[in-house]
């Protein structure tokens, strides 16, 4: 069975500084790897994904995240933090095939003025 | 505009009532889930259904149940079995076949028991 493994409950960050949540996942098949952002009191969106190809992937607002297949990890990074990016962040995994995404237990980035 | 919606945002409840928590899309997504939010846990997954007139349990499906009588509706029920059912509950669909994660979430429900 798939798990996911978040190791920061709460990341405390001024902004304009940098900030990496990490996310370790477990499994023994080929995956795909998701970050997930979810404001205060609204559903998830989905803010980033790896699929196959290139190893790093990006989004619209200057996240990225490395794909590690050797550390089984998806670390999330941003290089400045904007007090906007408040909010708390879900690494998910998928095995390849019609299953359910199973989620870490998340990550609550607050961004300090 | 295509979307999921849930309602209602918030629900209030007393203990020993069965509740039922409606999820409705429009996106003519295949597959359809409940999630479970508590403060540190992440999401939990309580069923799922893939198909019309056929669903799955998940990691928590004790004390829920669900229907999918048409595609486009996932109703939930909290029973009186459900042990602690104050919490946050998410809907979500997606497309079958297509596993790009590409999950759309309705904005949530907050149940309260009292």
């Known amino acids: 069975a798939q798990s996911v493994t978040q190791l920061d409950s709460q990341v405390p960050v001024f902004e304009e500084a940098p900030v990496e949540l990490r996310c370790n996942y477990s499994?023994?098949?080929?995956?795909?790897l998701f970050w997930y952002v979810q404001y205060p009191n609204q559903g998830l969106q989905l803010l980033l994904k790896?699929?196959?190809?290139?190893?790093l992937v990006e989004s619209i607002n200057g996240f990225e995240a490395e794909f590690n297949k050797s550390q089984t990890s998806f670390h999330l990074r941003k290089p400045s933090v904007h007090i906007s990016d408040t909010a708390e962040y879900f690494c998910?995994?998928?095995?390849?095939?019609?299953?359910?995404?199973?989620f870490g237990k998340g990550t609550r980035l607050s961004v300090i003025a | 505009d295509g979307g999921i919606t849930q309602s209602p945002k918030y629900l209030f409840r007393k203990e020993g009532q069965n509740v039922t928590l409606s999820c409705e899309q429009n996106?003519?997504?295949?597959?359809m889930y409940w999630y479970r939010q508590d403060p540190g846990q992440g999401l939990r997954l309580i069923y799922y259904?893939?198909?019309?007139?056929?669903?799955q349990k998940g990691d928590i499906a004790e004390g829920y149940s669900v229907s999918r009588e048409k595609k486009e509706s996932f109703p939930l029920t909290v029973t009186s079995a459900q042990k602690n059912p104050t919490a946050f509950y998410l809907c979500?669909?997606?497309?079958?076949?297509?596993?790009?994660?590409?999950?759309?979430f309705g904005s949530g429900t907050r149940l309260t028991v009292v």
């Open positions: 790896y699929l196959s190809g290139s190893t």
């Open positions: 979500a669909s997606s497309i079958m076949g297509q596993d790009d994660g590409g999950y759309t």
């Open positions: 259904s893939q198909i019309v007139n056929d669903f």
């Open positions: 996106l003519n997504h295949d597959a």
């Open positions: 499994s023994s098949v080929s995956v795909y």
């Open positions: 998910a995994v998928s095995p390849r095939g019609n299953t359910p995404l199973v």
